[in-house]
């Protein structure tokens, strides 16, 4: 019997995929009528189904699948055309068979339903066309029927056997514990390196960093095996857009770029129905008739185009469609009417801040409710879902152009890097997704650089205000805002962080380093705490709290802030349709007009020091920089600059590590820091310039760090750990 | 019928307290506590039980009684629930202790209000009285109050 079971097992395990397999190709084979090879595959795929429930004795799924595949058979043989009506007749059969293997799984019988209707139409429709198109094709169809027969097991059988041998279906609950396992295995591993730091035993360094390694390359290995194309659940949008786009009138291609784009299993579960939800709602809202489409201009057709891709340790997802786009002025009417926001309020809001009302709670745009996408669920659900697996939402949109739901979601739940960092010496985890930069204050800087804009503090971030939280307030252990404690302190700390499109600083007393930490949930007595993410165990031992970036933002009311930084957003609208890898670069002036960039992943940390404790050290200028001696790069001058302005009080410092070693290079003023896409970059000028591109509208050289290091003095690097000793009793 | 009952005993200032012991997966000595900020009052924070993260909750708190003398540290009854291991703290652990239905009573409705609530009913000992505690009840915190303590 238990045999038996295994056996019905299997069997609903690959017949519910080939039936996912089946709405795709069937879609598909409606827009491309002649494909052999799709039809040969839908008709295998129907046809073993059929053969295997006979085998197994469920009658009623074998007839209904006897029926559909006479009529497939007919059509493979090219007995009768496809149209539309049996598409739509044979997507209802295979929601038949999904509905009857779901009667099997849960009552083991194949259900009471015959679906005598559906058998009743799908007969029809064969009839209807068998007695015109038989004498004509009679002579040409056993050959083709014979070609497509004997292709069909030829080629499962030389495919099986390998796919077989490589392939193993494992339960996920079984992978979930071994990535339990592996997550304590990493704390462990945090602990012993911990310990082995303290320690100093040669050996048992050795043999701890490899067990470091291996841990790692084990994480790695066990997140693979839960990842899982995200082509998996887009699988079934042509259907859903087909379904819709009939039911509505409308006529809709579906693009996918990036099928193969990888997520972890449970995100993947969690995105399945906002992703669904948004599909809908492109083709039900964003989508005109195809006479509105050709009225303005556009081919009756409309297109939506699903696009994944890695970027930053991170995964997105965008759906454009190219229809009427969000109308601003009528979401600002809805808004106005629902009571949601004020008139002032809206007259502040930028035509995309507008838009990206859609996703407040309680708004729905569309005039009448339909039975589409109206079904209980808004946009403010969707976000919410995105945002519950740490993923942000947005939404572009240019009236008449089209609509553009941009996702971005973490690539996996489980194990996330994160920031220590503590105050009221407790100590906090930052998911370092959120993490912008982080900002010292040193002495003085702490007076004179944090400023209040009426009682809330501000700090002057390359030109631009970002408002301060203190990390003691919002947790309600330190019982004043910006205290006379604050302002006495030697050194502020400030993590820019990101929430929700605003940037602000969390002040914190001190800041420790990056580790990979493991998300544990806190129990139902804490839930509610909008501030804390979760808990995880330290290399130490101890529990550390995971901070909540975004509700730490609601809490400190930073989010609902208007300041939005529109420079930013104003840059990021143009390069939106750029392709290719995008690099984080920091911009900085050399000399009085020269514009330079380097990726900021070779920046170690941007400082100011005042010119007084700049100091030589043989040729060299050197300044005492925690502890250890920075040597520093006049840049201007390196560059051959010929327009060297009086140089500033305190000197600009971008810091480089290189192979151990810091290198402080000077430059004039620190401009920003910019999401840029590198094939844009043309490389035409050698020396110390690596290309030269177009960012934020101007002209922007990129600095071959390397090959000013080289020009300047070969001596400088491969000195400087030979001073450390002369030097350390300075 | 008789039916004998064993409860897992500890002390909480004046009270006598038991849980039934089927519920108590272990007790342990004072851990390293991570506070939660924010929380209800009754959460002193969370440790770590073998990897695994653990509410630990202020049972005197809860029952309204003061806080312990300033050096004397609570003992942890982890105690099972259908969302994983909840540690209450208590001043100090007991016997574990055999009772007879016979000598079960309701809670009488004299009693703190804030207790009663909290208090399955009262076993009579021969020398006192012991104390059920309800144990779903008690972990039951009112939702946190915007703002914290």
């Known amino acids: 019997m238990s045999d038996m079971d295994d056996i019905v097992k299997e069997f609903l395990v690959e017949s519910s995929e080939g039936l996912d397999t089946l709405d795709r190709n069937l879609v598909a084979l409606e827009k491309a009528p002649g494909d052999k090879e799709l039809m040969g595959g839908i008709f295998r795929a129907i046809h073993t189904i059929k053969g295997t429930s006979g085998f197994l004795g469920f009658g009623r799924l074998e007839s209904v699948a006897h029926v559909g595949e006479s009529l497939l058979s007919d059509l493979r043989d090219g007995k009768q055309a496809l149209t539309p009506d049996i598409t739509s007749a044979l997507l209802r059969l295979v929601d038949a068979v999904r509905a009857i293997l779901g009667d099997i799984e849960t009552t083991a019988t194949d259900g009471e339903n015959d679906f005598l209707e559906l058998v009743d139409l799908l007969t029809r429709l064969r009839k209807v066309e068998v007695a015109p198109a038989a004498p004509v094709t009679v002579t040409a169809a056993p050959t083709s029927a014979v070609v497509a027969g004997s292709a069909g097991p030829d080629l499962t059988e030389a495919r099986g056997p390998h796919a077989s041998d490589s392939n193993i279906r494992v339960d996920v609950s079984l992978l979930d514990r071994l990535m339990n396992l592996v997550g304590e295995l990493v704390l462990t591993r945090n602990q012993i390196l911990q310990h082995t730091a303290a320690r100093g035993d040669a050996g048992f360094v050795a043999t701890s960093q490899r067990l470091n390694l291996i841990t790692s390359e084990l994480q790695e290995g066990v997140m693979k095996t839960r990842m899982q194309p995200i082509g998996n659940i887009w699988a079934k949008f042509p259907r859903v857009v087909r379904d819709l786009a009939l039911a509505c009138d409308k006529k809709i291609r579906i693009e996918m770029e990036g099928e193969e784009t990888e997520l972890d299993k449970t995100i993947i579960e969690a995105i399945k129905d906002p992703l669904t939800h948004i599909v809908r709602n492109s083709v039900d809202h964003g989508m005109e008739l195809p006479a509105d489409r050709m009225a303005r201009g556009k081919m009756a057709e409309g297109r939506l185009l699903l696009r994944a891709y890695h970027e930053g340790g991170q995964v997105n997802i965008e759906i454009s469609d190219d229809g009427g786009g969000v109308n601003a002025e009528r979401v600002k009417a809805t808004a106005l009417r629902k009571g949601l926001f004020t008139t002032e309020q809206l007259a502040r809001m930028t035509d995309r801040e507008v838009v990206n009302l859609i996703f407040a709670p309680g708004f729905s745009t569309a005039e009448q409710v339909s039975n589409i996408s109206g079904r209980g669920v808004g946009m403010d659900v969707v976000k919410t879902n995105i945002e519950k697996i740490g993923g942000t939402v947005d939404v572009h949109s240019t009236p008449g152009k089209g609509t553009t739901l941009k996702i971005k979601i973490p690539l996996t739940l489980a194990i996330i890097p994160a920031l220590n960092v503590s105050t009221a010496r407790e100590r906090f985890a930052i998911p370092q997704v959120s993490l912008l930069e982080l900002v010292r204050l040193d002495g003085d800087e702490v007076g004179t650089q944090i400023e209040m804009v009426y009682g809330a503090p501000v700090y002057r971030l390359r030109g631009r205000l970002l408002p301060l939280v203190s990390l003691g307030h919002a947790l309600g252990v330190e019982p004043d805002f910006w205290g006379p404690a604050n302002t006495q302190r030697k050194i502020v700390n400030i993590v820019v962080l990101q929430a929700d499109e605003q940037a602000f600083g969390l002040v914190v007393d001190e800041i420790h380093d990056t580790e990979e930490i493991v998300v544990k949930p806190l129990g139902k007595q804490l839930k509610g705490i909008s501030v804390i993410a979760g808990a995880t165990i330290m290399g130490n031992g101890r529990v550390s709290l995971i901070l909540d970036v975004l509700g730490l933002a609601q809490k400190a009311a930073v989010v609902s802030d208007n300041r939005k930084r529109r420079a930013a957003e104003a840059g990021a609208g143009s390069r939106e349709t750029d392709e290719g890898a995008r690099e984080t670069l920091l911009l900085f002036q050399v000399g009085l007009d020269h514009r330079m960039a380097i990726p900021l992943s070779m920046v170690a940390r941007l400082e100011e020091f005042p010119r007084t404790v700049v100091e030589r050290a043989g040729k060299h200028q050197v300044v005492q920089y925690r502890g250890r001696l920075l040597p520093l790069l006049p840049l201007a001058e390196l560059l051959g600059e010929t327009n060297i302005p009086v140089a500033r009080d305190p000197i600009q410092v971008v810091v480089y590590h290189h192979e151990g070693r810091d290198l402080g290079i000077v430059v004039q003023n620190i401009l920003d820091i910019v999401e840029e896409n590198r094939t844009t970059h043309r490389r035409e000028r050698g020396g110390a310039v690596s290309g030269t591109a177009v960012i934020q509208g101007k002209v922007t050289d990129l600095l071959d760090v390397r090959a000013v290091i080289n020009d300047a003095d070969v001596l400088l690097f491969a000195g400087t750990p030979a001073l450390e000793p002369q030097l350390a009793g300075v | ?149």
């Open chain 2, 1 to 149: 019928m008789i039916t004998a009952r064993q409860f897992c005993t500890f002390r909480l200032g004046n009270l006598f307290l038991g849980i039934e012991v089927l519920q108590v997966q272990e007790v342990i000595r004072t851990q390293a506590m991570t506070r939660v900020p924010l929380a209800a009052r009754a959460v002193r924070g969370l440790i770590n039980l073998r990897g695994q993260i653990v509410t630990a909750i202020d049972l005197r708190e809860r029952l309204g009684l003061p806080p312990l003398d300033g050096d004397r540290e609570p003992m942890n009854v982890v105690v099972r629930t259908d969302e994983g291991a909840v540690s209450l703290l208590v001043d100090e652990i007991g016997d574990v202790m055999e009772t007879n239905d016979a000598d079960y009573e309701d809670p009488p409705e004299t009693i703190d209000p804030i207790v009663r609530g909290l208090i399955r009913g009262v076993y009579k000992l021969s020398d006192r009285l012991l104390l059920v505690l309800d144990t779903e009840k008690t972990l039951v915190l009112e939702p946190t109050a915007p703002g914290g303590r």
